[in-house]
């Protein structure tokens, strides 16, 4: 019994339907390992550099104490609200 790496790689066809249309497409298995591992290889460098271009873009949020923000939990809608208000009046009257 041969085992898969004495194997050899050969071609195979794969044929297809879509609609109409038939076809068929010719399959190199050996190419398309290398042709994964070259794209795992592309895809990983792109993302280093994306994180890289990120971290210069974003900087990180500052953060509010405790005390503060559960004042903040209940002014900022009433603000919210008279702001909308004052709108309103401005838009009926202006």
Known sequence: MESDSDKKKE????????GWKKGKIAWNEGAADALSVKDNHAAVSSHNAEDKHLQLIWKPALSLPEWLLFPILFV?????????????????NG
């Open 11 to 18: 071609h195979r066809e794969i044929t297809y339907q879509v």
């Open 76 to 92: 900022l809608p009433i603000l919210c609200f008279s702001f909308t208000l004052i709108l309103m009046y401005g838009l009926r």
